[in-house]
């Protein structure tokens, strides 16, 4: 049985993840817009991830018998200045769901809700990775300079994403 603090905050966590597909899809459409179409690909990607995400916090409440309450997504951004900003605030957005695993961590401990605590492990290992990759494409961006054709080569790159 998961108390209603945690059933309430991990509800919030199925949302937070649908908008971070939002989020990521939103940039997908900029970058498209932009002829970035393997930025864009590789946004589409991270875009499945993040539902898969809120798939995980909503298989977790359908086995401990909890009530999933779906609510309403925020549209996400339109517009951003140039790629680097795009991944800048992919890599800010990261940052900030690592915090909110971190408070239902936190959440779960304080109830002694093992259970929860556990199925956030793997939550925890896979923020690691999110802002590292994020941050790693941050510092490419910014490497390249001004030259349209190391762009070019990054955004290809970008697109063997799998
Ligand atoms: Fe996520
Ligand atoms: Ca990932």
Not at 97 to 124: P, Q, R
Request: glycine share 4%; proline share 2%.
């Amino acid at each position: 049985m998961i108390k209603q603090n945690v059933q309430d905050i991990i509800n919030k966590q199925i949302q937070a993840e649908m908008y971070s597909a939002y989020l990521y899809l939103g940039m997908a459409v900029w970058c498209n817009d932009q002829n970035l179409n393997g930025a864009a690909q590789w946004f589409k990607l991270q875009a499945k991830e993040e539902m898969a995400h809120a798939m995980r916090f909503y298989k977790f409440l359908e086995e401990t018998n909890s009530q999933i309450v779906l609510k309403a997504i925020d549209p996400p951004p339109a517009k951003w200045g140039n790629l680097l900003n795009v991944f800048e605030d992919a890599y800010k957005h990261e940052q900030k769901v690592t915090g909110m695993i971190y408070e239902i961590v936190n959440l779960a401990n304080k109830e002694g809700d093992h259970a929860t605590a556990s199925m956030c492990k793997w939550f925890v290992d896979e923020q690691v990775e999110e802002e590292a990759q994020t941050l790693e494409i941050v510092n490419q961006i910014k490497m390249l300079g001004d030259s349209k054709g190391s762009l070019f080569m990054l955004d290809r790159q970008l697109g063997k994403r799998e």
